[in-house]
């Protein structure tokens, strides 16, 4: 049973392994209070994405365009605040209405034209990075006003005063670690009622410590620094909502029922071209925002933004534990995976190592996880042959 569990936790135990390993390796530098606020802020586009593009992979689709369409966009309000002097709250929805339309573009041609999704967005990767250029000029726009800038470097503060540990900090990590602790003690009696048999008491209450202990120690150390980042609120939202659509909805089974069997669900009355274009209009918006919280931390929009960002997403997405053929994959093992990808990318700075030396660790990194998901895959099918 424990084996069992350790295996389908597997991102979890990667991260651990990461955390540990970098601690060891930096002195504890990765987990001093500044670094760790710093790896939420500097890694908040590339959650972002993460959900974006698990559900996307879900479906049994890819999206190469969400770097280069987090660029336009970032590029486009950078244009809107900066020349047109449009108040930063209009941009933002505008933003988003852009990227919502180039998700639908790419999608009618998937959904609809029947074009492979590869071929769509690597056309949608290679336009709209030429068009960054065009909206830019080659040129770098800055200096955004404080509640734009506020969406990738802004933080919750001294609400309640100033204070060396911020209590409002700490009061709200504790309830979201009583909140998890009654949801899984919940769904533990809920699981041994329906089915009569669960994992080991002593294994639930190991586990459920050790992620309460992780969550608490994030929480103090975002506490002593300078207290919730804004990105993380935002990304928590995020987290939450396309949980529950994944999880609770209809259009949530119908996205796993499309990657695991595109025929079957047709079959069964799913209109996969529908749901098909919302998947992708869906990746629109969240590559818009991932673009939006890029350039609000910079303070610029930049030609070159955007550029690798579909690959940390996809890398992230195949960490988390989704699946390459479709099928399989949940929004909390994106987020890990994402959180596993800003880890190595931080910890091998911290070392000092070279562009192409964090390159080849996360390429391997990444062939392991799809690796490892064709081997449990494989083995699964041998146990039940």
């Known amino acids: 049973m424990i084996l069992r569990d350790l295996r389908r936790n597997s991102m979890v135990v990667a991260l651990v392994i990461v955390v540990a390993l970098f601690s060891f390796l930096t002195d504890g530098t990765v987990v001093r209070d500044a670094n760790i606020s710093n790896l939420i802020a500097q890694n908040g586009y590339v959650l972002i994405l993460a959900v974006g593009m698990v559900m996307v992979i879900i479906a049994g689709h890819i999206d190469l365009s969400v770097g280069s369409v987090a660029g336009f966009v970032g590029a486009a309000a950078g244009v809107m605040i900066a020349y047109w002097s449009i108040p930063w709250p209009i941009v933002i929805v505008l933003a988003l209405a852009v ?53 990738g470097n802004g933080f ?74 804004v990105i993380l609120i935002i990304v928590v939202l995020i987290v939450i909502i396309y949980t529950v659509l994944t999880r609770r909805t209809a259009f949530g089974r119908h996205v796993y029922a499309i990657g695991g069997n595109r025929r ?44 690798g960002f579909e690959l940390e997403a996809i890398a992230a997405a195949f960490v988390g534990g989704a699946a390459i053929q479709g099928g399989a994959g949940t929004v909390g093992g994106a987020v890990i995976g994402g959180v596993v990808i800003g880890l190595l990318n931080n910890g091998m700075s911290i070392l000092g190592l070279g562009t192409e030396w964090q390159q080849t660790v996360k390429g391997l990194v990444l062939l392991a996880a799809v690796g490892f998901d064709f081997w449990n895959k494989r083995r699964l099918a041998r146990s039940r042959a």
């Open 99 to 151: 990227g919502g339309l180039i998700g639908a573009w790419q999608g009618f041609w998937i959904a609809y034209v029947g074009v492979p999704s590869f071929i769509v967005t690597l056309a949608g990767m290679i336009t709209f990075r030429g068009l960054t250029l065009v909206v830019l000029g080659r040129n770098n726009i800055g200096s955004f006003p404080e509640g734009y800038r506020a969406l």
């Open 156 to 229: 919750l503060t001294d609400l309640a005063g100033e204070y060396e540990t911020d209590p409002v900090t700490v009061g709200v990590f504790v309830l979201a670690a009583a909140v998890i602790a009654l949801a899984a003690v919940r769904s533990r009696k809920r699981r041994l009622r329906l089915n009569g048999a669960d994992e080991p008491f002593a294994w639930f209450l190991t586990k459920l410590v050790i992620q309460l202990g992780a969550l608490l120690f994030v929480g103090f150390a975002l506490a002593r620094y300078k207290g919730i980042p």
């Open 264 to 307: 079957a669900a047709e079959l069964s009355g799913v209109k996969t071209k529908r749901a098909d274009l919302l998947i992708f209009v869906n990746m629109g918006v969240l590559a818009a925002l991932a673009g939006l919280v890029f350039t609000a931390r910079l303070n610029l929009s930049n030609p070159s933004s955007g550029t």
